[in-house]
């Protein structure tokens, strides 16, 4: 066998060279990019936000809408899959597979009801006291969601006619009062939420005595029930109880997880259980 010259073995080296230069540089042109977008910041996820009738593959299909003012409106709609195909069964959801919301545009009426499920179609009744523009909202949890903690808001808009009383939605305060007299009072009101950024709303509920409420009684499978609507977009969101349903409450606080996807205010609706009925409170935060 031929005795490798120094020639011979400067080339060879040189190809190894070459070959192992250009091996690095492919790995690091298709490594880089995935390497940087995985290494910026994680933001939270944001619920879907009803402004749409179509998300995440399902669609909201109308069957009977509103079209007048009373205490008892039929309204009726299913919700469609990306072949047509109507959709009958979703995670339970506090206790529910299907949440569904009216508001005005003003936030003066707002309706929490669960439809009834007849064949392939939902079915419930809203009490619709005046006239003016509305939007409704059917949130549910897909079969096979990633992640149960965010619910699919389909949200499409409906009128009634007839003479409307607009009503100023109220400022950002420190608390609320509900029609049965309970308070219902934002602790850290200084802790101004910002968009996109997980936030921890503690509230502090008073009885009608003006004590803090020891205990709670489960609503919907919690503590509590809290969702809200941006005043200018009529975009809703979702937020979660912290303390778990049975457990004393401190103070009488009660704290929600939130994620408020946009700058601006908030009407914020709570609803929860308390000597055996059901109170709502609803107060405004600013976003921003």
Known sequence: MRKL?????????LAVAVVAGGGIMLFARSA???QHQNMGPVLPAAHSDGLSEVESGYRFDRVTMPESRGTAVPVAFRILD???EPVTRFLDNQTK???????REDMNVFEH???????DTW??????????????FAEFVPLDTADPRHPVVLGVPFSVPGDTTPAPVPAPSDGATTTDGYTVVQVDSTARPT????????LSIRGPDGKPVSSLEPHLGANGHMTGFHTMLLSATHLHPVELAGIPLNNGELSFQAVFADRGEYRLFLEFAHDGKVHRAAFTVDVG
């Open 195 to 202: 968009p996109m950024n997980p936030h921890v709303l503690r």
């Open 82 to 84: 990306g072949a047509g």
């Open 5 to 13: 010259s120094f020639a011979d073995w400067f080339f060879a080296l």
């Open 123 to 136: 079915h419930t009744t809203l009490s619709l006291p005046d006239g003016g523009a509305y939007r409704m």
């Open 97 to 103: 597979q299907m949440h569904f919301f009216a508001v």
């Open 113 to 119: 009801l669960h439809p009834v499920l007849r064949g």
């Open 32 to 34: 880089s990019p995935t």
